[in-house]
């Protein structure tokens, strides 16, 4: 059996692939902030294994339970021959200049992209050290994290970080036994509804916005289902974490 967890998973890309883990043979537990029903639905049609919590990963305390909570579920995890974590769920806020940056905001993007991230794969690593089991971390990152985009210091500067974590990762587990395999891999651009937030941008304060107003008027978009079907193979191969950094373009 597969052990799945899986955050942001209430809409777009999360909730993209959420669906197409659903399997009898599959246990998927899903993180949100928000019900996702359909999934819920389909889960009861197929007969799949869901545990889907409710749960805001801006918070840091209600974080730090969720961390330890999933922690004392995977040790009691049974017949597991693979243990997976999809790290998923992201902010694009603040956007806009840096002198604009305000403490509030600024704190949900660091706790979002990359402090929950960073937690909950601490708890995940630790329980399943001794398992025996094949262990998988996937670090949904983004194009963002690898070049600067003015108006998006927050986004880009916590997946940047997210993308250095899973080096650290890799740094760390070198040459121990039962290494997991990890990986940060940027989607592409994706219509969603983080895309919406985007294009409803100011230009003075994201520049660039008329590119992505234009990419959604040409359809040059990526469908959720369609990138959540590629990902989702890319996360099955062999050579899964062969490289650290990746983007799922390039495959």
């Known amino acids: 059996m597969e052990f799945v967890i899986l955050t942001g998973a209430s809409r777009g890309l999360g909730a993209a692939m959420a669906e197409r883990l659903l399997s009898p043979s599959r246990q998927l ?7 996702n029903e ?30 330890h909570a999933l922690g004392e579920t995977l040790r009691a995890a049974a017949g597991v021959s693979r243990f997976v974590l999809i790290n998923n769920a992201g902010v694009i806020e603040p956007i806009g200049r840096v002198e604009s940056l305000a403490a509030a905001p600024l704190a949900v993007a660091l706790q979002v992209n990359l402090a929950a991230a960073m ?3 601490s708890a995940f690593l630790a329980a399943t050290e001794s398992s025996g089991a094949e262990r998988r ?3 949904v990152s983004s194009g963002a994290a690898r070049y600067p985009v003015a108006g998006w210091s927050a986004y880009c500067s916590t997946k940047a970080a997210l993308d250095m974590f899973t080096r650290c990762i890799v740094a760390e587990h070198a040459g121990r036994p ?9 989607p592409g651009v994706i219509d969603t509804e983080m895309q919406v937030t985007i294009r409803a941008a100011d230009q003075a304060d994201f ?10 008027a040409d359809g040059a978009l990526g469908s959720p289902a369609q990138v959540a079907e590629r990902i989702l193979a890319y996360l099955d191969r062999d050579d899964f974490g062969e490289r650290e950094i990746d983007d799922i373009r390039e495959h």
Do not use: M, W
């Not at 537990?29 to 019900?35: E, F």
């Not at 819920?40 to 961390?67: C, E, K, P």
């Open 29 to 35: 537990v899903c993180i949100a902030r928000s019900p």
């Open 38 to 67: 359909s999934l819920a639905v389909h889960a009861r049609a197929s007969g799949a294994r869901l545990d889907y919590r409710l749960h805001d990963l801006s918070d840091a305390s209600v974080t730090a339970q969720l961390a």
């Open 178 to 186: 039962n290494a997991p395999r990890v990986c940060s891999l940027a």
């Open 119 to 121: 937690l909950l794969t």
């Open 207 to 216: 520049p660039p916005v008329e590119r992505f107003r234009k990419l959604k």
């Open 137 to 139: 971390v996937l670090n």
